[in-house]
Protein backbone atom coordinates (compact mmCIF):
# COMPACT_ATOMS: atom_id res chain seq x y z
CA UNK A 1 0.00 0.00 0.00
CA UNK A 2 1.27 3.48 -0.77
CA UNK A 3 1.95 6.00 2.18
CA UNK A 4 -1.00 7.83 4.29
CA UNK A 5 -2.12 10.45 1.85
CA UNK A 6 -2.28 13.74 3.79
CA UNK A 7 -4.66 15.77 2.78
CA UNK A 8 -2.92 19.21 2.62
CA UNK A 9 -4.56 22.34 1.96
CA UNK A 10 -3.62 22.67 -1.32
CA UNK A 11 -4.56 19.22 -2.39
CA UNK A 12 -7.81 20.10 -1.31
CA UNK A 13 -8.39 23.37 -2.59
CA UNK A 14 -8.10 21.90 -5.94
CA UNK A 15 -10.36 19.46 -4.96
CA UNK A 16 -12.86 21.16 -4.71
CA UNK A 17 -21.61 41.62 35.82
CA UNK A 18 -18.28 42.79 36.95
CA UNK A 19 -16.57 43.11 40.13
CA UNK A 20 -13.67 45.09 40.83
CA UNK A 21 -12.69 46.08 37.51
CA UNK A 22 -8.97 46.08 37.10
CA UNK A 23 -6.96 48.07 34.25
CA UNK A 24 -5.55 45.83 31.35
CA UNK A 25 -4.09 47.84 28.64
CA UNK A 26 -2.17 50.69 28.16
CA UNK A 27 -4.93 52.89 27.09
CA UNK A 28 -6.32 52.68 30.44
CA UNK A 29 -9.99 50.55 29.80
CA UNK A 30 -11.42 48.39 31.93
CA UNK A 31 -12.01 44.66 32.42
CA UNK A 32 -12.98 42.90 34.64
CA UNK A 33 -11.62 39.53 36.31
CA UNK A 34 -14.64 37.56 35.74
CA UNK A 35 -14.26 37.98 31.77
CA UNK A 36 -16.28 40.52 30.47
CA UNK A 37 -15.14 43.67 29.13
CA UNK A 38 -16.26 46.88 29.83
CA UNK A 39 -18.27 47.11 27.17
CA UNK A 40 -20.00 43.69 27.91
CA UNK A 41 -18.44 41.79 25.68
CA UNK A 42 -16.74 38.54 27.23
CA UNK A 43 -12.76 39.50 27.72
CA UNK A 44 -9.48 37.34 26.91
CA UNK A 45 -8.17 35.54 30.15
CA UNK A 46 -6.02 38.82 31.91
CA UNK A 47 -2.83 37.59 30.29
CA UNK A 48 -3.68 36.16 27.03
CA UNK A 49 -0.75 36.56 24.66
CA UNK A 50 -1.78 39.31 21.61
CA UNK A 51 0.71 38.43 18.84
CA UNK A 52 1.78 38.80 15.13
CA UNK A 53 3.64 36.55 12.94
CA UNK A 54 6.01 36.31 9.83
CA UNK A 55 8.76 34.67 8.16
CA UNK A 56 12.31 34.93 7.31
CA UNK A 57 12.26 34.13 3.50
CA UNK A 58 8.75 35.68 3.30
CA UNK A 59 9.77 39.62 4.49
CA UNK A 60 13.52 40.06 4.99
CA UNK A 61 14.49 40.42 1.57
CA UNK A 62 18.43 41.63 1.22
CA UNK A 63 19.19 37.58 -0.32
CA UNK A 64 22.63 38.46 -1.37
CA UNK A 65 23.80 40.46 1.64
CA UNK A 66 26.53 40.31 4.47
CA UNK A 67 27.19 36.58 3.49
CA UNK A 68 23.87 34.96 3.38
CA UNK A 69 23.80 32.28 0.60
CA UNK A 70 21.01 30.63 -1.19
CA UNK A 71 17.80 28.73 0.37
CA UNK A 72 15.85 26.07 -1.42
CA UNK A 73 13.42 28.56 -1.99
CA UNK A 74 15.56 30.87 -3.33
CA UNK A 75 16.51 28.21 -5.83
CA UNK A 76 12.79 27.34 -6.35
CA UNK A 77 11.69 30.34 -7.00
CA UNK A 78 14.34 31.03 -9.62
CA UNK A 79 12.50 28.21 -11.77
CA UNK A 80 10.58 29.42 -14.19
CA UNK A 81 6.94 28.50 -13.83
CA UNK A 82 7.08 27.40 -9.61
CA UNK A 83 6.28 30.72 -8.58
CA UNK A 84 3.49 33.41 -9.47
CA UNK A 85 4.55 35.63 -11.53
CA UNK A 86 7.77 34.80 -11.37
CA UNK A 87 8.21 36.48 -7.73
CA UNK A 88 11.21 35.66 -5.83
CA UNK A 89 12.09 36.38 -2.05
CA UNK A 90 15.35 38.88 -3.29
CA UNK A 91 13.59 42.14 -1.97
CA UNK A 92 10.57 40.78 -0.36
CA UNK A 93 9.67 43.56 2.34
CA UNK A 94 13.28 44.65 2.66
CA UNK A 95 12.66 44.03 6.32
CA UNK A 96 16.37 43.24 6.60
CA UNK A 97 17.09 47.02 6.54
CA UNK A 98 13.39 48.26 7.77
CA UNK A 99 12.95 46.22 10.60
CA UNK A 100 12.72 49.13 13.24
CA UNK A 101 9.74 50.79 11.14
CA UNK A 102 8.37 47.13 11.30
CA UNK A 103 8.69 47.12 15.17
CA UNK A 104 6.65 50.25 15.52
CA UNK A 105 4.08 48.70 13.63
CA UNK A 106 4.26 45.72 15.87
CA UNK A 107 4.06 48.58 18.72
CA UNK A 108 1.37 50.96 17.14
CA UNK A 109 -1.20 47.39 17.18
CA UNK A 110 0.32 47.10 20.38
CA UNK A 111 0.82 43.66 20.71
CA UNK A 112 3.52 41.87 23.24
CA UNK A 113 4.87 39.37 21.13
CA UNK A 114 6.39 39.10 17.70
CA UNK A 115 6.88 35.68 16.21
CA UNK A 116 9.99 35.71 13.63
CA UNK A 117 11.60 33.41 11.67
CA UNK A 118 15.48 33.17 11.65
CA UNK A 119 17.42 32.23 8.39
CA UNK A 120 19.49 29.38 8.49
CA UNK A 121 21.46 30.45 5.18
CA UNK A 122 21.75 33.56 6.65
CA UNK A 123 23.66 32.07 9.89
CA UNK A 124 25.46 28.80 8.32
CA UNK A 125 25.87 29.86 4.45
CA UNK A 126 26.62 26.35 4.05
CA UNK A 127 23.96 24.78 6.42
CA UNK A 128 27.00 24.06 8.44
CA UNK A 129 30.80 24.73 9.32
CA UNK A 130 31.39 28.34 9.45
CA UNK A 131 29.18 30.44 11.36
CA UNK A 132 28.15 34.36 9.42
CA UNK A 133 28.44 36.64 12.33
CA UNK A 134 26.92 39.22 10.07
CA UNK A 135 23.39 37.25 9.72
CA UNK A 136 23.62 36.78 13.42
CA UNK A 137 24.11 40.47 14.25
CA UNK A 138 20.57 40.94 12.01
CA UNK A 139 18.70 38.75 14.57
CA UNK A 140 20.35 40.50 17.54
CA UNK A 141 19.30 44.19 16.32
CA UNK A 142 15.85 42.80 15.48
CA UNK A 143 15.79 41.15 18.93
CA UNK A 144 16.93 44.36 20.40
CA UNK A 145 14.73 46.27 18.94
CA UNK A 146 11.75 44.42 19.75
CA UNK A 147 12.58 44.09 23.38
CA UNK A 148 13.60 48.38 23.24
CA UNK A 149 9.99 48.53 22.23
CA UNK A 150 8.36 46.13 25.16
CA UNK A 151 7.95 43.19 22.43
CA UNK A 152 8.69 39.11 23.56
CA UNK A 153 10.49 37.43 20.54
CA UNK A 154 8.95 34.73 20.07
CA UNK A 155 11.41 32.38 17.35
CA UNK A 156 10.88 30.20 14.36
CA UNK A 157 14.27 28.25 14.06
CA UNK A 158 13.04 26.84 10.31
CA UNK A 159 10.54 28.22 8.36
CA UNK A 160 11.21 26.07 5.23
CA UNK A 161 14.06 28.43 4.01
CA UNK A 162 16.60 25.25 3.93
CA UNK A 163 20.27 26.00 2.94
CA UNK A 164 20.18 24.79 -1.07
CA UNK A 165 23.97 23.43 0.06
CA UNK A 166 22.53 20.76 2.63
CA UNK A 167 19.81 19.84 -0.21
CA UNK A 168 22.75 19.78 -2.97
CA UNK A 169 24.70 17.39 -0.27
CA UNK A 170 22.59 15.32 1.04
CA UNK A 171 19.21 15.48 -0.71
CA UNK A 172 17.90 17.90 1.79
CA UNK A 173 15.80 16.12 4.69
CA UNK A 174 15.67 13.05 2.90
CA UNK A 175 19.23 12.53 4.89
CA UNK A 176 19.39 12.13 8.74
CA UNK A 177 22.28 14.67 8.13
CA UNK A 178 20.36 17.45 7.61
CA UNK A 179 18.59 16.90 11.01
CA UNK A 180 21.64 16.62 12.67
CA UNK A 181 22.82 19.64 11.34
CA UNK A 182 19.73 21.43 11.99
CA UNK A 183 20.55 20.84 15.83
CA UNK A 184 23.70 22.03 15.95
CA UNK A 185 22.30 25.13 13.73
CA UNK A 186 19.58 25.45 16.31
CA UNK A 187 21.78 24.94 19.54
CA UNK A 188 23.79 27.79 18.33
CA UNK A 189 20.90 30.34 17.80
CA UNK A 190 19.58 29.06 21.40
CA UNK A 191 23.43 29.51 22.61
CA UNK A 192 23.60 33.21 21.01
CA UNK A 193 19.70 34.50 21.69
CA UNK A 194 18.53 32.59 24.96
CA UNK A 195 20.00 35.76 26.87
CA UNK A 196 16.71 37.76 25.64
CA UNK A 197 14.66 34.93 23.81
CA UNK A 198 12.46 33.09 25.76
CA UNK A 199 10.40 30.85 23.28
CA UNK A 200 11.56 28.99 20.67
CA UNK A 201 10.03 27.20 18.16
CA UNK A 202 12.23 24.72 16.33
CA UNK A 203 9.81 23.84 12.95
CA UNK A 204 7.23 25.25 11.20
CA UNK A 205 4.93 23.16 9.90
CA UNK A 206 5.86 19.92 8.70
CA UNK A 207 3.62 18.71 5.96
CA UNK A 208 4.61 22.35 3.96
CA UNK A 209 8.51 21.67 3.20
CA UNK A 210 8.20 17.66 3.69
CA UNK A 211 4.89 16.31 1.55
CA UNK A 212 4.39 19.41 -0.50
CA UNK A 213 8.52 19.55 -0.88
CA UNK A 214 9.43 16.14 -1.54
CA UNK A 215 6.01 14.66 -2.25
CA UNK A 216 3.70 16.74 -4.83
CA UNK A 217 6.36 19.13 -4.90
CA UNK A 218 4.51 22.48 -4.73
CA UNK A 219 6.78 23.70 -2.48
CA UNK A 220 10.67 24.38 -2.21
CA UNK A 221 12.55 21.74 -3.46
CA UNK A 222 10.01 20.94 -5.82
CA UNK A 223 10.89 16.87 -5.31
CA UNK A 224 8.50 13.74 -6.02
CA UNK A 225 9.92 11.11 -4.08
CA UNK A 226 8.37 7.66 -3.72
CA UNK A 227 6.33 6.67 -1.18
CA UNK A 228 8.99 4.79 1.11
CA UNK A 229 11.49 7.64 0.78
CA UNK A 230 8.93 10.22 1.82
CA UNK A 231 8.13 8.08 5.01
CA UNK A 232 11.73 8.19 6.13
CA UNK A 233 11.90 12.01 5.12
CA UNK A 234 9.01 12.54 7.26
CA UNK A 235 10.81 10.67 9.95
CA UNK A 236 13.59 12.89 9.64
CA UNK A 237 12.66 16.17 9.80
CA UNK A 238 10.74 14.53 13.15
CA UNK A 239 14.33 13.66 14.01
CA UNK A 240 15.68 16.51 13.49
CA UNK A 241 12.56 18.51 15.39
CA UNK A 242 13.23 15.98 18.41
CA UNK A 243 16.89 16.59 18.24
CA UNK A 244 16.52 20.17 18.16
CA UNK A 245 14.35 20.49 21.14
CA UNK A 246 17.00 18.28 23.09
CA UNK A 247 19.77 20.88 21.56
CA UNK A 248 18.42 23.66 22.81
CA UNK A 249 17.59 22.82 25.90
CA UNK A 250 21.58 21.75 26.52
CA UNK A 251 22.64 25.03 25.12
CA UNK A 252 19.60 27.40 25.98
CA UNK A 253 19.96 29.57 29.28
CA UNK A 254 17.52 27.83 31.53
CA UNK A 255 13.52 28.51 31.36
CA UNK A 256 13.27 28.68 27.91
CA UNK A 257 10.47 27.48 26.55
CA UNK A 258 10.26 25.41 23.61
CA UNK A 259 6.99 24.26 21.32
CA UNK A 260 5.50 23.74 17.92
CA UNK A 261 3.85 25.41 15.04
CA UNK A 262 2.25 22.78 13.68
CA UNK A 263 -0.87 22.90 10.97
CA UNK A 264 -1.91 19.40 11.26
CA UNK A 265 -5.41 18.77 9.95
CA UNK A 266 -8.24 20.50 11.98
CA UNK A 267 -10.93 17.78 12.62
CA UNK A 268 -14.25 20.03 13.04
CA UNK A 269 -16.96 17.69 14.30
CA UNK A 270 -19.74 18.51 11.78
CA UNK A 271 -22.37 18.35 14.29
CA UNK A 272 -21.89 19.08 18.18
CA UNK A 273 -23.54 15.87 18.56
CA UNK A 274 -21.44 13.16 20.56
CA UNK A 275 -20.82 10.37 18.17
CA UNK A 276 -19.63 12.87 15.75
CA UNK A 277 -16.94 14.71 18.46
CA UNK A 278 -16.07 11.39 19.69
CA UNK A 279 -15.14 10.44 15.52
CA UNK A 280 -13.37 14.22 15.01
CA UNK A 281 -10.88 12.84 18.49
CA UNK A 282 -9.95 9.81 16.84
CA UNK A 283 -9.82 11.54 13.23
CA UNK A 284 -7.37 14.01 14.73
CA UNK A 285 -5.00 11.40 15.99
CA UNK A 286 -5.26 9.71 12.76
CA UNK A 287 -5.33 12.47 9.80
CA UNK A 288 -2.29 13.90 11.63
CA UNK A 289 -0.41 10.53 13.06
CA UNK A 290 2.73 11.61 10.78
CA UNK A 291 3.69 14.48 12.86
CA UNK A 292 1.63 16.22 15.42
CA UNK A 293 0.60 12.28 16.88
CA UNK A 294 4.25 10.93 16.69
CA UNK A 295 5.29 13.93 18.41
CA UNK A 296 2.77 14.26 21.34
CA UNK A 297 2.35 10.29 21.34
CA UNK A 298 5.95 8.99 20.69
CA UNK A 299 4.87 6.37 18.59
CA UNK A 300 3.43 6.12 15.13
CA UNK A 301 -0.74 4.58 15.30
CA UNK A 302 -1.33 1.45 14.31
CA UNK A 303 -3.53 2.72 11.19
CA UNK A 304 -0.63 4.96 9.88
CA UNK A 305 1.92 1.72 9.64
CA UNK A 306 -0.34 -0.74 8.38
CA UNK A 307 -1.70 2.05 5.71
CA UNK A 308 2.26 2.37 4.67
CA UNK A 309 3.13 -1.28 4.73
CA UNK A 310 6.25 -1.74 3.38
CA UNK A 311 6.60 2.01 2.56
CA UNK A 312 6.36 2.26 6.64
CA UNK A 313 9.27 4.50 7.97
CA UNK A 314 12.38 2.97 9.95
CA UNK A 315 12.94 4.10 13.25
CA UNK A 316 14.12 2.61 16.73
CA UNK A 317 12.69 3.13 20.11
CA UNK A 318 15.25 5.83 21.16
CA UNK A 319 14.29 8.04 18.40
CA UNK A 320 10.89 8.06 19.08
CA UNK A 321 11.41 8.80 22.47
CA UNK A 322 13.89 12.31 21.30
CA UNK A 323 10.89 13.07 19.08
CA UNK A 324 8.57 12.89 21.48
CA UNK A 325 10.90 15.16 24.09
CA UNK A 326 9.04 16.94 26.30
CA UNK A 327 7.67 20.25 24.76
CA UNK A 328 6.60 23.14 27.19
CA UNK A 329 3.35 24.46 25.17
CA UNK A 330 1.91 23.58 21.64
CA UNK A 331 1.17 25.73 19.07
CA UNK A 332 -1.19 25.39 16.08
CA UNK A 333 -1.66 27.03 12.71
CA UNK A 334 -5.08 27.44 12.34
CA UNK A 335 -6.47 28.13 9.00
CA UNK A 336 -8.78 26.05 7.11
CA UNK A 337 -11.59 22.78 8.83
CA UNK A 338 -11.54 18.95 8.06
CA UNK A 339 -15.19 18.23 8.94
CA UNK A 340 -15.72 15.02 10.49
CA UNK A 341 -18.31 12.59 10.27
CA UNK A 342 -19.39 10.00 12.68
CA UNK A 343 -18.99 6.33 10.52
CA UNK A 344 -19.87 2.72 12.32
CA UNK A 345 -17.82 1.26 8.97
CA UNK A 346 -13.66 1.53 9.35
CA UNK A 347 -12.25 3.54 10.97
CA UNK A 348 -15.66 5.03 12.86
CA UNK A 349 -14.89 7.95 11.40
CA UNK A 350 -15.05 9.84 7.81
CA UNK A 351 -14.40 13.27 6.32
CA UNK A 352 -17.22 14.62 4.67
CA UNK A 353 -16.28 16.55 1.49
CA UNK A 354 -17.22 20.38 0.63
CA UNK A 355 -19.90 21.45 -1.22
CA UNK A 356 -18.30 22.86 -4.34
CA UNK A 357 -20.47 26.24 -3.00
CA UNK A 358 -18.63 25.96 0.38
CA UNK A 359 -17.31 29.58 1.38
CA UNK A 360 -13.68 30.28 0.69
CA UNK A 361 -11.37 33.04 1.43
CA UNK A 362 -8.94 34.81 -1.68
CA UNK A 363 -6.69 31.15 -1.55
CA UNK A 364 -8.12 28.14 -3.16
CA UNK A 365 -7.16 26.15 -0.03
CA UNK A 366 -8.76 28.35 2.76
CA UNK A 367 -12.04 27.73 3.50
CA UNK A 368 -14.01 29.30 6.27
CA UNK A 369 -15.21 27.96 9.68
CA UNK A 370 -14.30 29.74 12.43
CA UNK A 371 -15.01 26.75 14.72
CA UNK A 372 -11.05 25.88 13.81
CA UNK A 373 -10.20 27.95 16.44
CA UNK A 374 -12.34 26.49 19.23
CA UNK A 375 -11.42 22.58 18.08
CA UNK A 376 -7.87 23.21 17.68
CA UNK A 377 -7.50 24.01 21.75
CA UNK A 378 -9.90 21.62 22.74
CA UNK A 379 -8.37 18.89 21.03
CA UNK A 380 -4.59 19.46 22.49
CA UNK A 381 -6.21 19.42 25.50
CA UNK A 382 -8.47 16.48 25.61
CA UNK A 383 -6.51 13.81 23.38
CA UNK A 384 -3.09 14.58 24.78
CA UNK A 385 -3.94 16.50 27.82
CA UNK A 386 -1.76 19.35 27.05
CA UNK A 387 -1.89 22.29 28.97
CA UNK A 388 -0.51 25.33 27.20
CA UNK A 389 -1.52 25.81 24.13
CA UNK A 390 -1.21 28.99 21.48
CA UNK A 391 -2.41 29.47 18.03
CA UNK A 392 0.65 30.41 16.42
CA UNK A 393 -0.83 31.49 13.60
CA UNK A 394 -4.55 32.69 11.86
CA UNK A 395 -5.22 34.65 9.39
CA UNK A 396 -6.65 35.04 6.17
CA UNK A 397 -5.80 36.14 1.86
CA UNK A 398 -8.01 39.02 0.88
CA UNK A 399 -8.31 40.82 -2.39
CA UNK A 400 -7.01 43.91 -0.85
CA UNK A 401 -7.50 47.37 -2.75
CA UNK A 402 -6.73 50.94 -1.88
CA UNK A 403 -9.64 52.63 -2.01
CA UNK A 404 -10.21 56.02 -3.21
CA UNK A 405 -9.84 57.74 0.13
CA UNK A 406 -6.36 55.62 0.55
CA UNK A 407 -8.09 53.08 2.83
CA UNK A 408 -7.60 49.30 2.98
CA UNK A 409 -11.40 48.21 3.53
CA UNK A 410 -10.83 44.44 3.85
CA UNK A 411 -14.00 43.97 5.48
CA UNK A 412 -13.73 40.33 4.63
CA UNK A 413 -10.59 39.52 7.09
CA UNK A 414 -12.01 41.99 9.29
CA UNK A 415 -14.83 39.13 9.60
CA UNK A 416 -12.76 36.68 9.57
CA UNK A 417 -10.30 37.57 12.40
CA UNK A 418 -13.87 38.65 14.31
CA UNK A 419 -15.45 35.44 13.73
CA UNK A 420 -12.54 33.17 14.62
CA UNK A 421 -11.28 35.28 17.47
CA UNK A 422 -15.11 34.67 19.15
CA UNK A 423 -14.56 31.06 18.71
CA UNK A 424 -10.84 31.15 20.62
CA UNK A 425 -13.06 33.00 23.09
CA UNK A 426 -15.43 30.39 23.43
CA UNK A 427 -12.48 28.07 23.82
CA UNK A 428 -10.79 30.47 26.65
CA UNK A 429 -14.90 30.33 28.20
CA UNK A 430 -15.25 26.89 28.54
CA UNK A 431 -11.83 26.22 30.35
CA UNK A 432 -9.61 24.69 27.24
CA UNK A 433 -6.03 26.16 27.58
CA UNK A 434 -5.59 28.83 25.13
CA UNK A 435 -3.12 30.86 25.93
CA UNK A 436 -2.32 33.58 23.29
CA UNK A 437 -3.10 34.14 19.07
CA UNK A 438 -0.60 35.17 16.59
CA UNK A 439 -2.18 36.54 13.58
CA UNK A 440 -0.36 35.90 10.05
CA UNK A 441 0.43 38.05 9.22
CA UNK A 442 1.56 41.60 10.44
CA UNK A 443 2.44 42.38 6.71
CA UNK A 444 1.73 41.23 3.16
CA UNK A 445 4.59 39.32 2.40
CA UNK A 446 5.87 37.12 -0.29
CA UNK A 447 3.32 34.18 0.01
CA UNK A 448 5.60 30.89 -1.42
CA UNK A 449 3.94 30.09 -4.75
CA UNK A 450 1.95 32.80 -4.79
CA UNK A 451 4.29 35.24 -4.97
CA UNK A 452 2.86 38.66 -3.51
CA UNK A 453 -0.49 37.80 -5.74
CA UNK A 454 -2.23 36.83 -2.68
CA UNK A 455 -2.45 39.52 0.33
CA UNK A 456 -2.89 38.03 4.21
CA UNK A 457 -1.36 41.14 6.03
CA UNK A 458 -2.88 43.55 8.63
CA UNK A 459 -0.63 46.33 7.08
CA UNK A 460 -0.74 46.78 2.96
CA UNK A 461 2.52 46.44 1.51
CA UNK A 462 2.87 48.68 -1.88
CA UNK A 463 6.01 46.43 -2.94
CA UNK A 464 7.10 49.94 -5.19
CA UNK A 465 7.38 51.92 -2.77
CA UNK A 466 7.66 49.72 0.48
CA UNK A 467 4.89 51.62 2.01
CA UNK A 468 3.03 49.98 4.45
CA UNK A 469 -0.59 50.99 4.83
CA UNK A 470 -2.69 50.08 7.96
CA UNK A 471 -5.93 48.54 6.86
CA UNK A 472 -9.42 47.93 8.26
CA UNK A 473 -8.44 44.88 9.85
CA UNK A 474 -5.41 46.21 11.74
CA UNK A 475 -7.48 49.01 13.24
CA UNK A 476 -10.30 45.98 14.28
CA UNK A 477 -6.80 43.93 15.71
CA UNK A 478 -5.62 47.00 17.78
CA UNK A 479 -8.85 47.42 18.96
CA UNK A 480 -9.37 43.84 19.62
CA UNK A 481 -5.71 43.73 21.78
CA UNK A 482 -6.91 47.44 23.72
CA UNK A 483 -9.76 45.74 24.88
CA UNK A 484 -8.50 42.10 25.34
CA UNK A 485 -11.86 41.22 23.75
CA UNK A 486 -13.56 40.81 20.24
CA UNK A 487 -14.39 43.79 18.56
C1 LIG B 1 1.08 29.26 6.78
C2 LIG B 1 2.58 29.43 6.66
O1 LIG B 1 0.77 27.94 6.82
O2 LIG B 1 0.32 29.77 5.73
C3 LIG B 1 2.94 30.81 6.18
O3 LIG B 1 3.24 29.14 7.88
C4 LIG B 1 2.12 31.12 4.94
O4 LIG B 1 4.31 30.85 5.91
C5 LIG B 1 0.63 31.06 5.24
O5 LIG B 1 2.45 32.37 4.44
C6 LIG B 1 -0.21 31.26 3.97
O6 LIG B 1 0.08 30.20 3.09
P1 LIG B 1 0.20 30.34 1.51
O7 LIG B 1 0.63 28.99 1.05
O8 LIG B 1 -1.14 30.72 1.01
O9 LIG B 1 1.23 31.38 1.23
Same mark, same amino acid.
Given at each position: ?259 ? &? ?10 ? @? %?? $? *?? +?? !? ?41 ? &? ?10 ? @? %?? $? *?? +?? !? ?143
Amino acid at each position: MSSLKLRTRRDFGKAIGTAALAPWAAGGAMASPAGTAATGVPSFPANFLWGCATAAYQIEGAAHEDGRKPSVWDTYARTPGKVAGGDTGDVANDHYHRYKEDVALLKSLGVRAYRYSVSWPRVFPEGRGPVNDKGVAFYDRLTDELLAAGIDPWVTLFHWDLPQALEDRWGGWQSRETAKAFADYAAFVARRLSDRVRHFFPINEFVCFIDQGYGTGIKAPGKQIPAGALNQTRHNALLAHGWAVEAIRAAARPGVQIGL &AENPQICVPVIE @T %PA $H *IE +AA !RQAMRELNAPFLTAILEGRYTTAYLSAAGRHAPRFTPEEMKAI &ASPLDFVGLNVY @T %PT $H *IR +AD !RSGAGFAVVPLPSSYPRMASEWLFLDPAVAYWAPRHLAEIWKVKDVYITENGCSSDDRIAADGCVYDTDRVMYLRTHLASARRATEEGWPLRGYFHWSLMDNFEWTDGYGKRFGLYYVDFRTQRRIPKLSAELFREVVRRNAVA
